[in-house]
């Protein structure tokens, strides 16, 4: 271990900004010890995912150091929510430099217990270094599912019914609006730095297949459709959107392209064979599963429509 | 997700390089889904640790790639041997940058393939991604261990005696010999470049408190006292030494000071109330706990050493 480049020590970082936020887990021993303890539930198993993001890729160093670490760790418990499981606590390992002050901790700090407390989701562990490179943050989300219960991307089959939740393309939107190339939409911006992980939703027994889109609607139902071997139809007309994403399509159309191909939604997209009973987050179905591979998004009129990029790649 | 600059794409390196490192786990759906799952042994808590290694920090860019993997994941399994876990798998985030090829990335993988096999622990998940910065390596080393039965820092008592397991400052000494401060030593920078965590010593039960040597023998020992609340009384004429490492102090009592206080040996270090069973590594007493704090070493001659450097601080 290193030390990192803050007039805090390692230890004293550690101590001050992250043991609070174990929550008194008794598996986490107040970071004191080289590694965390578990207990899975009986009659469940683990589910573990892990995700990276980089200053100047993933977010932006002058993003405020809160919205940052609660991206951080909603980008994978929305892993753990396309999984069906319920996340139980997470380790944070984070590379410094020279650059990342005291106060920016604290207010990274901050907004982690934020969400530590929203989502009952305990820090367990981690590892604290530091290099001359960007601020990078891995955290590993661990959450538990009933045995045999968990949703995969590898379930769907021809017939079923293509759903997401919430709304797509705001995250894409809020990103091109911090960028200045759209309008400022403060909505869209708040949905780009603090995504929703859809939690809770009981996908477990009625999706065949799920994941979260991250890379975009398009590029993430691929990769759905891909594991299972099947092809899927999208009606763009049906493809739930936030009033502020209208506005900015009334503007101009092309912003459809990047609701269908922009990243950051972390909405689910699912495949069940029925109808879904009620959840506590509005659900739409907008394509069908079929037989083939690729997917085919279709317009108003029935057309197919052809998309120049059909992922989001991050800088 | 954003894409590595290599030739291969995301999805390819993963297939290619990462997915055989499966070994067919179930949990891992061949690194195809967003999450891994893993079940615990019936009467049995997962342990989990993590460790990041920067390129220029924690190894250096020109060492052979198969040499860092194997030493990123090894590090992560001496945290579990510490505990007396089990290993039964890892995640694995990667973040690269534009000057790691697909032959580094080949042979870094093959790496990782070795110890894979070597350990019987596969790869169950990951995230891989780039930026600016030095190659990043985090790995999430998930394990075992009878509920309850986890040896932890905290539980070293006045009177137990303190133990090391193989021979102590091989590593410092390795990277001494490496960077030209020492000649060349083989065996040491092997000891360096591939440490050995000590899996299975049945010191559950056994031992009251351990930790591994990462940091330095005397920083370390010093780590577990302040968890336990004691302190220690190490004999430096007890400390096992290799017989290359003679050879140093033998040249130069200087490198006495590296041996204590160096890092990367990945020896344990434990207290226990009784006498070792026979284990499949040479353990040695090096000293006792006493109360207090702080740990005081002693020369030949029962004077206590002053160290200028208490543990090593990487780069």
Not at 81 to 90: D, I, S
Not at 263 to 291: C, H, K, M, Q
Request: hydrophobic share 45%; with cysteine; glycine share 12%.
């Amino acid at each position: 271990m290193s030390r990192p480049p803050s007039s805090m020590g390692e230890f004293d970082l550690i101590a001050r900004l992250f043991a609070p936020l174990t929550k008194g887990a008794p598996g986490a021993h107040g970071l004191r010890d080289d590694a965390a303890f578990l207990q899975v539930s009986p009659g469940h198993e683990m589910v573990l995912t892990t995700d990276t993001l980089v200053a100047g890729v993933h977010f932006r160093i002058e993003d405020a150091p809160d919205l940052v670490a609660r991206k951080a760790l909603r980008v994978n418990l929305s892993d753990l929510a396309a999984k069906g499981a319920k996340p139980v606590g997470f380790l944070h390992a984070l590379t410094l430099n020279d650059s990342i002050t005291d106060a920016y901790l604290e207010k990274y700090a901050a907004g982690l217990a934020t969400d530590v407390a929203a989502f009952a989701c305990p820090l367990l562990g981690g590892d604290t270094t530091s290099g001359p490179g960007p601020l990078t943050i891995t955290i590993t989300a661990l959450g538990e599912v009933e045995t045999g219960k968990a949703v995969l991307r590898s379930g769907a089959k021809v017939g079923d019914i293509l759903y997401v939740t919430g709304t797509i393309g705001d995250g894409a939107l809020g990103l091109a609006s911090l960028m200045g190339e759209l309008q400022t939409f403060a909505a869209l911006i708040d949905r780009y730095h603090v995504p929703q992980p859809r939690l809770g939703l009981g996908l477990s027994g009625i999706a065949s297949a799920c994941l979260d889109i991250s890379d975009g609607l398009v590029a993430d139902v691929g990769h759905l459709c891909r594991a299972s071997g099947v092809a899927a139809v999208i009606e763009r007309a049906k493809i739930p959107v936030s009033i502020d994403a209208r506005a900015a399509v009334a503007q101009d159309q092309k912003w459809w392209e990047r609701i269908l191909a922009g990243g950051d939604d972390y909405e689910l997209a699912f495949t069940a064979s029925s109808a879904i009973p009620e959840t506590n987050v509005s659900v739409t179905a907008i394509g069908r599963v079929i037989a083939g591979n690729g997917v085919t998004v279709l317009d108003e009129n029935g057309e197919s429509l052809s998309l120049t990029v059909t992922g989001y790649r991050h800088r």
